[in-house]
């Protein structure tokens, strides 16, 4: 079975009466007798039939969302493992490649090669002269050789060096499997989050639901409007070896109610009789940013678009948007037997 919400195009935190609605919509328009054309239009109807059945049931639905998200973990868990390919052995770092290191980062010359290959002055003067070389004479061999304290000796500081290479090769290993981790991060979440005009103005802060069942707080920023993207670093989803991915969040604001947005202006609509079109009126109305007085000129219809200045949402760098009052015409609950004469009269051409 397809995904169910695609089925009835809604979305993930839809609301019953949302997914009702939908269902309704769906099954008028799939349904058997209107498209008898169409030979699929019973399949499609019996699909959408499930779809509605699997989320108006809470627990089938939440069974639903929780194997999809583990569906999802999946497939993540296998793409990271496609981009990173097979693991590569670690190469051990012999005492020679410590060695280089340490030599690259203290500045230590790499060992010398061995003294026996310099040649001594004093023997290559014996030589010259004849003589046997000092080392080769017989009392040479009997007289112990004496360690010069004086002199450097670079072997000394070669085993001195070794635990610091040790540490070093370590440090190295850690920083390469950290830039390894790292180098590689899990794709985007994208969210929608429904919020009320008030929570715009207030800058609210409200709570994200995320697929996977955590929540995440979201600050909602100064001139925020309906389809605005904010990110959230690193509270996405969780991938073994992977950093953390980002929260996308769409703002979508609540457009049911007395007002509506356009960008960072209010728009809303002004009942009126009449009487208030025909002579003109002065009327109060209450917007979420306090009381606004309108101010009504004769003769208007429902054509007529009032714009207050200043009287709508702050925008990011501090200006107000305006309050579109759109005006609708309205008769009485009951009828007026005065109007329905002067209406008469005007058709008719007749004066009382």
């Known amino acids: 079975?397809?995904?169910?919400?695609?089925?009835?195009?809604?979305?993930?935190?839809?609301?019953?009466?949302?997914?009702?609605?939908?269902?309704?919509?769906?099954?008028?328009?799939?349904h058997p007798d209107h498209n008898q054309d169409d030979p699929l239009a019973t399949q499609r109807f019996a699909e959408a039939g499930k779809a509605y059945e699997l989320l108006r049931d809470p627990v089938l639905r939440s069974r639903y969302d929780r194997v999809r998200r583990e569906a999802e973990l999946r497939r993540?868990?296998?793409?990271?493992?496609?981009?990173?390919?097979?693991?590569?052995?670690?190469?051990?770092?012999?005492?020679?490649?410590?060695?280089?290191?340490?030599?690259?980062?203290?500045?230590?010359?790499?060992?010398?090669a061995s003294t026996s290959s310099k040649p001594n002055p004093a023997s290559a003067r014996a030589a010259d002269k004849g003589d046997p070389p000092a080392d080769m004479r017989p009392e040479a061999a009997a007289e112990p050789k004496r360690e010069e304290s004086s002199r450097f000796d670079p072997?000394?500081?070669?085993?001195?060096?070794?635990?610091?290479?040790?540490?070093?090769?370590?440090?190295?290993?850690?920083?390469?499997?950290?830039v390894a981790k790292t180098a590689e991060k899990v794709p985007d979440l994208a969210v929608d989050v429904n919020v009320s005009i008030e929570q715009i103005i207030n800058r609210a802060r409200v709570s994200v639901e995320l697929p996977d069942g955590e929540t995440a707080k979201l600050s909602i920023p100064s001139g925020a409007i309906d389809g605005q993207s904010i990110r959230l670093k690193e509270q996405g989803y969780r991938v073994t070896g992977m950093a953390r991915g980002d929260v996308v969040a769409t703002l979508r604001v609540n457009q049911e109610g007395a007002f509506r947005t356009q960008g960072i202006n209010l728009v809303t609509s002004l009942p009126l009789d009449l009487q208030d079109a025909v002579l003109g009126c002065e009327i109060v109305i209450e917007t979420p940013n306090g009381p606004v007085a309108v101010t009504v000129p004769a003769w208007s219809g429902s054509d007529k678009l009032i714009r207050i200045a200043g009287a709508g949402l702050r925008g990011a760098d501090g200006e107000a948007g305006d309050l579109l009052v759109?005006?609708?015409?309205?008769?009485?609950?009951?009828?007026?037997?005065?109007?329905?004469?002067?209406?008469?009269?005007?058709?008719?051409?007749?004066?009382?």
């Open 1 to 30: 079975m397809r995904d169910p919400y695609a089925i009835l195009g809604v979305r993930r935190n839809a609301g019953q009466d949302e997914i009702k609605a939908a269902w309704r919509s769906v099954a008028k328009a799939v």
């Open 76 to 112: 993540m868990e296998a793409m990271k493992q496609k981009m990173r390919g097979p693991e590569p052995a670690e190469e051990p770092i012999d005492a020679e490649t410590a060695e280089e290191a340490i030599s690259r980062i203290f500045g230590v010359e790499p060992q010398a």
């Open 155 to 178: 072997l000394v500081v070669r085993r001195s060096a070794a635990p610091a290479a040790d540490l070093v090769a370590a440090i190295v290993r850690r920083i390469r499997d950290r």
């Open 326 to 352: 759109e005006l609708r015409l309205m008769l009485r609950e009951k009828p007026d037997d005065k109007i329905t004469d002067l209406m008469r009269s005007l058709r008719h051409g007749l004066y009382l």
